[in-house]
Nanobody, 118 residues
Framework: VQLVESGGGLVQPGGSLRLSCAGS????????MSWYRQAPGKERELVAG????????NYADSVKGRFTISRDNAKNTVYLQMNSLKPEDTAVYYC????????????WGQGTQVTVSS
């Protein structure tokens, strides 16, 4: 199983980035996919999630209206479009895959750094 994130980098406040996470080794379309982030000295927090078929999304209050999660099951990829970025969005962003079948199956990517700074 692999989750490989890409798209992080340095961006100025007010700018945009799109993160991608490509999954392999599991039935991607059957998993809820989420993005988490962890800033220095803080706990990892949920940013956004999308169900397997893409019909339901959820967002942290801090990113509502600015971030959009989407998925392309044909490409086994989930995206996080981040607009109007703020310095407080600076963190390592992690991709997560999760599914319950008699027990939880959960996988994590290695993370990608997002830095919002002028």
């Amino acid at each position: 199983v692999q989750l490989v994130e890409s798209g992080g980098g340095l961006v100025q406040p007010g700018g945009s980035l799109r993160l991608s996470c490509a999954g392999s080794g599991f039935t991607f379309s059957s998993y809820t996919m989420s993005w988490y982030r962890q800033a220095p000295g803080k706990e990892r927090e949920l940013v956004a999630g999308v169900t397997g078929a893409g019909g339901t999304t959820n967002y942290a209050d801090s990113v509502k209206g600015r971030f959009t999660i989407s998925r392309d099951n044909a490409k086994n990829t989930v995206y996080l479009q981040m607009n109007s970025l703020k310095p407080e969005d600076t963190a390592v962003y992690y991709c997560n895959a999760r599914r319950y079948i008699t027990r939880w199956y959960e996988y994590w990517g290695q993370g990608t750094q997002v830095t919002v700074s002028s």
